[in-house]
């Protein structure tokens, strides 16, 4: 990836979500697509569904990661795979949630 467009501090992102698992997705350079991502991977993921288009600058406040780490992983490898949370965290989530509802 030696494209000068991939060495600024933005990053045109595509973000797929995965078809066989809630809650993973995967962030690619929008130019470059899935293609930099191993097959291996892709067919573990299932068909990608597009889930959102966003401008990645290293400030920028994502949910789960941050965004120079992602920034960083698309710019190496050509692409970053968000995993889901682990259980035990989902479910505190959960819990938090539906406790802060009631107050």
């Given at each position: 990836m030696s494209d000068d467009r991939m060495r600024g501090d933005k990053l045109l992102c595509e973000v797929f979500k995965s078809s066989r698992k809630e809650q993973m997705y995967l962030y690619v350079d929008k130019r470059q697509g899935v293609e930099e991502v191993p097959e291996a991977l892709l067919e573990r993921f299932g068909k990608p569904l597009p889930a959102m288009t966003l401008i990645l600058t290293p400030e920028k406040s994502l949910g789960?990661?941050?965004?120079?780490d992602v920034m960083a992983a698309i710019r190496e490898k050509g692409y970053y795979l968000q995993m889901p949370p682990a259980k035990e965290d989902y479910l505190l989530d959960l819990h938090r949630t539906s406790t802060e509802a009631r107050y």
């Open positions: 789960r990661a941050k965004a120079a």
